[in-house]
């Protein structure tokens, strides 16, 4: 029973090129966030949003930008990809409160 | 000033043995706590939470946390290692709002 789904698995990207990560989540929850993960950098926070056309920068925002149009659905995206952009991304959704996360299974994304 | 600090990087254990998993936080406000594991190209998932009600947590696969607050520390144990626990586990720290801050990992290995 998949809650948080992750469009894609594995995406390869040329330099330059605008990509789109989509994330959609069937739980109803108000709160989504999108993390990207390195080796020895842990999670890092990209941007989050807590209700619909809502969105903040976390604490690593530069390059990237964000669309929630619909409660269930988050896309980031990558204005204009760069190779210091390849990374694991995760997708998270919460309910408002000392709630935890439910994390899709991640995209990794490669800019050659 | 919140910060979540993983006091080991690696930590390697026999199969049947004890794990114990290091985890403290600093934080100006009531924490709630989390503990999540990632498999291998997989999301992570919630093992465990503390939101200020038992100070020992139980959780999935027979993992537990105890939240020390004069310690500040929420260590995560499990009295025997199977082979199925290696991963990376991360714990996890949310204060106020939305936002949660992660560990930098704790990569564990079980030795046959």
């Known amino acids: 029973d998949v809650k948080v789904t992750q469009s894609s698995r594995y995406l390869v990207k040329r330099t330059g090129e605008k990509v789109f990560l989509e994330c959609v989540q069937d739980m109803d929850h108000e709160n989504m966030f999108w993390y990207r993960q390195d080796p020895g950098l842990g999670l890092r926070l990209i941007y989050f949003?807590?209700?619909?056309?809502?969105?903040e920068k976390g604490d690593i925002p530069e390059g990237y930008s964000v669309s929630r149009e619909k409660k269930e659905r988050f896309s980031l995206i990558l204005e204009s990809a760069s190779t210091n952009q390849t990374s694991m991304y995760l997708c998270?959704?919460?309910?408002?409160?000392?709630?935890?996360?439910?994390f899709g299974s991640g995209t990794r994304l490669t800019v050659v | 000033a919140q910060s979540v600090t993983q006091l080991d990087s690696h930590v390697s254990v026999s199969e049947g043995t004890p794990v114990l998993l290091r985890c403290n936080y600093s934080?100006?406000?009531?924490?709630?706590l989390f503990w999540y594991v990632q498999h291998p190209n997989k999301g992570l998932q919630l093992l465990l939470k503390?939101?200020?009600?038992?100070?020992l947590v139980k959780g999935i696969n027979g993992f537990e946390a105890e939240f020390k607050k004069s310690e500040t520390s929420f260590h995560l144990t499990k009295p025997s290692a199977h082979m199925s626990d290696a991963a990376e586990y991360f714990c996890v720290v949310r204060v106020t709002g939305n936002q949660f801050y992660f560990g930098t990992g704790t990569s564990l290995t079980v030795i046959p």
């Open positions: 998270a959704s919460s309910r408002r409160g000392p709630y935890g996360y439910t």
């Open positions: 934080s100006s406000y009531s924490p709630s």
């Open positions: 503390y939101t200020s009600a038992a100070t």
């Open positions: 949003s807590y209700d619909v056309k809502m969105k």
